[in-house]
Protein backbone atom coordinates (compact mmCIF):
# COMPACT_ATOMS: atom_id res chain seq x y z
CA UNK A 1 0.00 0.00 0.00
CA UNK A 2 1.43 3.58 -1.35
CA UNK A 3 1.18 5.85 1.83
CA UNK A 4 2.95 9.36 2.32
CA UNK A 5 2.35 11.83 4.70
CA UNK A 6 2.20 15.38 4.04
CA UNK A 7 1.86 18.54 6.60
CA UNK A 8 -1.41 20.84 6.70
CA UNK A 9 -2.52 22.81 9.62
CA UNK A 10 -4.31 20.24 11.62
CA UNK A 11 -0.97 17.95 11.05
CA UNK A 12 0.32 14.81 8.83
CA UNK A 13 -2.33 14.07 6.85
CA UNK A 14 -1.77 10.16 5.30
CA UNK A 15 -2.44 9.55 1.47
CA UNK A 16 -3.86 6.59 0.64
CA UNK A 17 -4.55 5.66 -3.72
CA UNK A 18 -7.74 3.39 -3.60
CA UNK A 19 -6.40 1.88 -6.39
CA UNK A 20 -3.53 -0.08 -4.80
CA UNK A 21 -6.49 -1.52 -2.34
CA UNK A 22 -6.91 -5.33 -2.85
CA UNK A 23 -10.72 -6.34 -1.74
CA UNK A 24 -13.35 -4.44 -1.17
CA UNK A 25 -11.83 -1.46 -0.34
CA UNK A 26 -11.23 -2.11 3.26
CA UNK A 27 -8.22 -0.75 4.82
CA UNK A 28 -6.48 -0.24 8.54
CA UNK A 29 -5.78 3.42 10.09
CA UNK A 30 -2.16 4.41 9.45
CA UNK A 31 -1.97 5.41 12.97
CA UNK A 32 -3.89 2.63 15.07
CA UNK A 33 -4.90 -0.13 12.78
CA UNK A 34 -8.75 0.17 13.34
CA UNK A 35 -10.18 -1.50 10.03
CA UNK A 36 -12.03 1.53 7.61
CA UNK A 37 -14.87 0.35 5.50
CA UNK A 38 -15.98 2.32 2.58
CA UNK A 39 -19.50 0.41 3.30
CA UNK A 40 -20.02 1.96 7.17
CA UNK A 41 -22.01 5.24 6.55
CA UNK A 42 -22.70 5.48 10.34
CA UNK A 43 -20.02 7.75 10.97
CA UNK A 44 -18.66 5.28 13.97
CA UNK A 45 -15.54 4.69 12.36
CA UNK A 46 -14.78 8.15 10.65
CA UNK A 47 -15.84 11.53 9.41
CA UNK A 48 -15.55 13.11 5.80
CA UNK A 49 -13.63 16.07 6.73
CA UNK A 50 -13.36 17.31 3.07
CA UNK A 51 -14.59 16.03 -0.82
CA UNK A 52 -13.06 17.73 -3.61
CA UNK A 53 -15.12 17.52 -6.74
CA UNK A 54 -14.14 17.80 -10.57
CA UNK A 55 -17.60 18.21 -13.21
CA UNK A 56 -19.96 15.77 -10.74
CA UNK A 57 -16.97 13.28 -10.09
CA UNK A 58 -15.25 12.70 -6.78
CA UNK A 59 -11.63 12.86 -7.03
CA UNK A 60 -10.69 12.99 -3.21
CA UNK A 61 -11.65 12.91 0.03
CA UNK A 62 -10.39 13.30 3.30
CA UNK A 63 -11.70 11.31 6.20
CA UNK A 64 -10.67 11.40 9.84
CA UNK A 65 -10.31 8.50 12.20
CA UNK A 66 -13.06 8.88 15.34
CA UNK A 67 -10.55 6.47 17.56
CA UNK A 68 -7.55 8.45 17.22
CA UNK A 69 -7.52 11.34 14.90
CA UNK A 70 -5.66 10.69 12.17
CA UNK A 71 -6.71 12.16 8.40
CA UNK A 72 -6.46 10.54 5.83
CA UNK A 73 -6.75 11.85 2.23
CA UNK A 74 -7.98 8.53 -0.03
CA UNK A 75 -7.43 9.50 -3.82
CA UNK A 76 -8.23 7.46 -6.87
CA UNK A 77 -11.30 7.68 -7.44
CA UNK A 78 -11.37 8.63 -10.98
CA UNK A 79 -9.65 5.61 -11.83
CA UNK A 80 -12.28 3.41 -9.89
CA UNK A 81 -15.14 4.60 -12.30
CA UNK A 82 -13.60 3.40 -15.57
Not at 9 to 22: A, C, F, R, S, Y
Amino acid sequence: MAEAATKNKQGPVNELDLTKIDGNGDFPCPKCGITISPEDESEDVYIIVEEKVNNDALEELVIQCNKCGCQIRLTGFPALEM
